[in-house]
């Protein structure tokens, strides 16, 4: 079994990238044991917390939107890393779509965890174990339990995971929106339908708006980059102009939340950016 631990980068430029391609693969469970193994008892009761403006960079961009001085505390922390995965395979954000395909020895989340749940059933489990398995925690950290959970994971090869939950992005981020139409009018409808979303919550505070911001943003990123093959061009041509303008605006509400703006007026501002998007694609589907 290789140390992980051995194969972390000294170049602070490239332990971003490793992190990531580590996070995308199925060994980060085994790394966060040996990592708490070799650690040792911990001395300081501060722990990592992820944040929701935080999580929305990391989505956006990745690691490298993350201090070096964080990255590293994150090896500290594997719960942290383990819990971040988790977001990260539940919320799929075109950032990690990229990631996830682009790396030919990463494995699907449905694939690991079935690969797990075969090995649990085939070895006999101590008693930690079946309750991680029942309670499907990702953290074996606490007590007598975790110390013989982590020793039998060691033995038998098994690292215990929780099973990631499926897709449950919003708007054009939602499973299945730009690949399941068929035809031009079916899809823009899909398209118009998707934009809507944004109405179905409604944040009042700076943090909860720009989260909200940022996903939508990242959900026109997804559109930009797709095929859309059931488009022809010229409609194809539209719907990339009026995505791009929407993101133009959206970076504009970004700023004013930054300065200090008022949230409710700058989300009534984003909704009627939204309502003009809305608006475009349904005409583009009457025209289609």
Same mark, same amino acid.
């Given at each position: 079994?290789?140390?992980?631990?051995?194969?972390?980068?000294?170049?602070?430029?490239?332990?971003?990238?490793?992190?990531?391609?580590?996070?995308?693969?199925?060994?980060?469970?085994?790394?966060?044991?040996?990592?708490?193994? %070799?650690?040792?008892?911990?001395?300081?009761?501060?722990?990592?917390?992820?944040?929701?403006?935080?999580?929305?960079?990391?989505?956006?961009?990745?690691?490298?939107?993350?201090?070096?001085?964080?990255?590293?505390?994150?090896?500290?922390?594997?719960?942290?890393?383990?819990?971040?995965?988790?977001?990260?395979?539940?919320?799929?954000?075109?950032?990690?779509?990229?990631?996830?395909?682009?790396?030919?020895?990463?494995?699907?989340?449905?694939?690991?965890?079935?690969?797990?749940?075969?090995?649990?059933?085939?070895?006999?489990?101590?008693?930690?174990?079946?309750?991680?398995?029942?309670?499907?925690?990702?953290?074996?950290?606490?007590?007598?339990?975790?110390?013989?959970?982590?020793?039998?994971?060691?033995?038998?090869?098994?690292?215990?995971?929780?099973?990631?939950? #499926?897709?449950?992005?919003?708007?054009?981020?939602?499973?299945?929106?730009?690949?399941?139409?068929?035809?031009?009018?079916?899809?823009?409808?899909?398209?118009?339908?998707?934009?809507?979303?944004?109405?179905?919550?409604?944040?009042?505070?700076?943090?909860?708006?720009? %989260?909200?911001?940022?996903?939508?943003?990242?959900?026109?990123?997804?559109?930009?980059?797709?095929?859309?093959?059931?488009?022809?061009?010229?409609?194809?041509?539209?719907?990339?102009?009026?995505?791009?303008?929407?993101?133009?605006?959206?970076?504009?509400?970004?700023?004013?939340?930054?300065?200090?703006?008022?949230?409710?007026?700058?989300?009534?501002?984003?909704?009627?950016?939204?309502?003009?998007?809305?608006?475009?694609?349904? #005409?583009?589907?009457?025209?289609?």
């Amino acid at each position: 079994m290789a140390l992980t631990s051995l194969n972390i980068p000294e170049d602070p430029q490239l332990l971003a990238e490793w992190l990531e391609a580590l996070i995308c693969s199925d060994e980060l469970s085994l790394a966060a044991v040996q990592w708490e193994v %070799l650690a040792g008892p911990r001395t300081d009761t501060e722990t990592m917390t992820w944040a929701e403006t935080q999580l929305a960079e990391i989505d956006a961009v990745g690691l490298k939107s993350l201090p070096e001085d964080e990255l590293r505390q994150l090896m500290s922390q594997p719960s942290a890393l383990l819990e971040l995965q988790e977001h990260i395979l539940a919320e799929c954000p075109p950032y990690w779509q990229n990631r996830l395909q682009g790396d030919p020895s990463s494995t699907s989340a449905d694939a690991i965890w079935a690969r797990v749940e075969s090995q649990l059933d085939a070895s006999p489990a101590s008693p930690a174990v079946v309750e991680a398995k029942q309670h499907k925690s990702p953290r074996l950290w606490s007590g007598l339990g975790a110390v013989l959970a982590i020793a039998a994971c060691l033995m038998i090869g098994v690292w215990v995971m929780q099973p990631p939950a #499926k897709p449950t992005g919003w708007g054009f981020n939602a499973p299945g929106v730009l690949e399941s139409a068929r035809s031009e009018d079916e899809l823009l409808e899909t398209l118009a339908d998707a934009t809507h979303a944004w109405f179905n919550k409604r944040p009042e505070t700076r943090e909860d708006l720009e %989260l909200r911001l940022k996903q939508f943003d990242a959900g026109c990123q997804k559109l930009l980059a797709a095929e859309l093959a059931p488009l022809q061009q010229s409609t194809h041509t539209a719907v990339d102009e009026i995505c791009q303008k929407t993101r133009d605006a959206i970076a504009g509400y970004l700023v004013q939340l930054d300065e200090g703006g008022d949230p409710l007026a700058i989300r009534g501002e984003a909704d009627q950016t939204v309502t003009t998007l809305e608006e475009t694609l349904r #005409k583009l589907q009457q025209t289609s």
